[in-house]
């Protein structure tokens, strides 16, 4: 039996002592630049050391928690990342890849607004249909493919990703908060439709500063307005009077059309006089090469309407399929396709009310977006003619690409459960709620902390989702609008969590240079917050109060 508690007889110390793996992971990673592998490593023994001398939880009980985590990060994350990256290389490995970076490329010339329409529309979708870092490491490649140095591909990747986080995978951490609080979910992805929007309509004006720097804005301006207000508008509309589940997958697609239309009636004034054409390929007399050809291109620079249809077809396949998985019926059978079981060791922990705290390790192995995502790959081999060895010799080669990446997102799931059930999370957030009607200015902040925790936003809602109901009912708040705030704040943590570093630099190549990214992205993610914890603040009064649902 164990009981969750507070360390020391004053909040604010206690809140100080659970504070420091979270504080040892960002110190290592953004002041002595250590890798992320390390950084997360040191911090997963900090939290041990807390949970057992600072909290009395019992040792064998502190590496069930740790072990609970670390499993939970292979369905929750790297099942998902890893197949979404395997039908990647399988694009890569036919040549269709190629074939997708010129469509994009035929869009616009220009880079800036390559990276719009790559990491801010396309990414969006990837969020809406799968999450999980997949976005981060299919935009960051396909940037890199596009001209982009590695490290800034990663950043502005990173960046793009906190557009659709909210509304991500379906709409989960939304469906997950409304679980957590048993709180109607469309209200919550309603008030979340009245934060998040507001952010995303900044996103692409940041990307072009980010790809070209401030000067870029004022050729590029027009585009940057038009991806960001139609992607803003759309999610509003869809979570405030459709479905919050499909405000992304609709926002993604109105601004990719968007800026496509503008770009048929307005060019950067510094625009490229021309198109690259592509290189002859050389030996005309050899056999035909279909691959090669389409990886070099043809000399005409055009590529033939079928490549093009099997470029797009893995997404397609993706889309078509999580569609489908989202029908009533379908939907439910998918759900029986579940085992569930409680974690060994974990069944006598309860919080400080006594309440028993749920350890159910549930594998949802028919439903889940990484088991989706492996048919839609097993579609893609067969769609693109990759045969059974081959495609599991691309899948061997896409698990090494992620070599020490894999190590980081086991140590920081372990991590953030150790916190979550020895009671340090729990330990920050009765800190924060005691901070009164502030409360509403840092409830962001809550969230923000969260991901940069679990690197999820549907983690961080099922870790503090409790937590803010109870603050808004002793504050005789909104819990709409708090639990809304979470959810917001913790995508700006998107960018900054360990797991999502590695991934970054796994995509580009740049494993170990986690440290150097978060430096890059750290700066957005706090700045974006402010204006963040500002806006909910002022939703929270009579300034902006009529924005609140049911306010």
């Given at each position: 039996m164990y009981t969750q508690n507070l360390p020391l007889e004053s909040v604010g110390w206690s809140a100080l002592v659970a504070a420091v793996p979270l504080l040892t992971v960002l110190v290592l990673l953004g002041v002595f630049r250590w890798k992320a592998q390390w950084a997360g490593l040191a911090a997963f023994v900090v939290s041990l050391l807390v949970a057992v001398f600072a909290y009395d939880m019992p040792v064998g009980m502190t590496f069930?928690?740790?072990?609970?985590?670390?499993?939970?990060?292979?369905?929750?994350?790297?099942?998902?990342?890893?197949?979404?990256i395997w039908i990647y290389n399988l694009t890569v490995e036919t040549g269709h890849f190629?074939?997708?970076?010129?469509?994009?490329?035929?869009?616009?010339?220009?880079?800036?607004?390559?990276?719009?329409?790559?990491?801010?529309?396309?990414?969006?979708?990837?969020?809406?249909?799968?999450?999980?870092?997949?976005?981060?490491?299919?935009?960051?490649?396909?940037?890199?493919?596009?001209?982009?140095?590695?490290?800034?591909a990663a950043v502005i990747a990173l960046l793009a990703d906190t557009a659709p986080v909210a509304f991500g995978g379906m709409g989960n951490p939304i469906t997950v908060l409304g679980t957590v609080t048993h709180l109607n979910p469309d209200d919550y992805g309603a008030m979340t439709g009245r934060q998040a929007p507001i952010l995303a309509v900044l996103v692409p004006f940041l990307l072009v500063a980010i790809a070209d720097g401030p000067r870029a804005l004022k050729q590029v301006w027009p585009a940057?307005?038009?991806?960001?207000?139609?992607?803003?508008?759309?999610?509003?509309?869809?979570?405030?009077?459709?479905?919050?589940?499909?405000?992304d997958i609709f926002a993604a697609i109105v601004s990719a059309g968007a800026v496509v239309a503008l770009n048929r009636v307005w060019q950067p004034?510094?625009?490229?006089?021309?198109?690259a054409v592509p290189p002859v390929i050389a030996g005309g007399s050899v056999d035909h090469d279909p691959v090669a050809e389409?990886?070099?291109?043809?000399?005409?620079?055009?590529?033939?309407?079928?490549?093009?249809?099997?470029?797009?077809?893995?997404?397609?396949?993706?889309?078509?399929?999580?569609?489908?998985?989202?029908?009533?019926?379908?939907?439910?059978?998918?759900?029986?396709?579940?085992?569930?079981?409680?974690?060994?060791?974990?069944?006598?922990?309860?919080?400080?009310?006594?309440?028993?705290?749920?350890?159910?390790?549930?594998?949802?192995?028919?439903?889940?977006?990484?088991?989706l995502l492996f048919v839609s790959g097993i579609l893609t081999a067969v769609v693109l003619r990759v045969g059974p060895l081959r495609a599991l010799q691309v899948y061997g080669a896409t698990l090494r690409q992620f070599g020490w990446a894999i190590f980081t997102v086991l140590c920081v799931f372990a991590?953030?459960?150790?916190?979550?059930?020895s009671g340090q999370i729990t330990t920050l957030g009765i800190w924060l709620a005691q901070t009164g009607s502030l409360f509403a200015f840092l409830a962001p902040l809550v969230g923000w902390f969260g991901v940069a925790v679990t690197g999820t936003d549907a983690g961080s809602n099922a870790l503090f989702?409790?937590?803010?109901?109870?603050?808004?009912?002793?504050?005789?708040?909104?819990?709409?609008?708090?639990?809304?705030?979470n959810t917001t704040g913790g995508v700006l943590a998107k960018m900054i969590s360990p797991q999502n570093l590695a991934i970054g630099t796994a995509a580009v190549g740049l494993v170990g240079a986690e440290g150097t990214l978060f430096r890059r992205v750290f700066g957005w993610s706090v700045v974006m917050l402010a204006l963040l914890c500002v806006i909910v603040y002022l939703q929270s009064t009579a300034v902006l109060g009529w924005m609140v649902v049911g306010g």
């Open positions: 069930d928690a740790a072990g609970y985590g670390a499993a939970n990060s292979v369905i929750t994350v790297l099942w998902i990342t890893f197949n979404a190629a074939v997708l970076r010129r469509a994009f490329a035929a869009i616009s010339d220009d880079k800036r607004i390559q990276a719009i329409v790559i990491a801010f529309s396309f990414g969006a979708l990837l969020e809406a249909l799968a999450g999980g870092g997949s976005p981060i490491a299919i935009c960051s490649v396909m940037l890199v493919a596009a001209g982009f140095q590695p490290l800034k940057a307005l038009t991806a960001g207000l139609t992607f803003g508008v759309t999610q509003f509309a869809l979570a405030n009077y459709w479905s919050y589940k499909l405000g004034s510094d625009a490229p006089a021309g198109r389409r990886r070099a291109g043809r000399p005409d620079g055009t590529d033939p309407r079928a490549d093009k249809v099997l470029a797009f077809a893995p997404y397609l396949i993706v889309v078509v399929l999580f569609s489908l998985a989202q029908i009533g019926p379908i939907k439910e059978w998918l759900a029986k396709g579940t085992n569930s079981f409680q974690w060994p060791g974990l069944a006598g922990i309860h919080a400080g009310d006594g309440a028993p705290v749920a350890t159910v390790f549930a594998v949802p192995w028919a439903s889940t977006a990484g088991t991590l953030s459960y150790v916190m979550n059930l989702g409790g937590l803010q109901l109870t603050a808004a009912h002793q504050l005789h708040a909104s819990p709409i609008l708090f639990g809304a705030a």
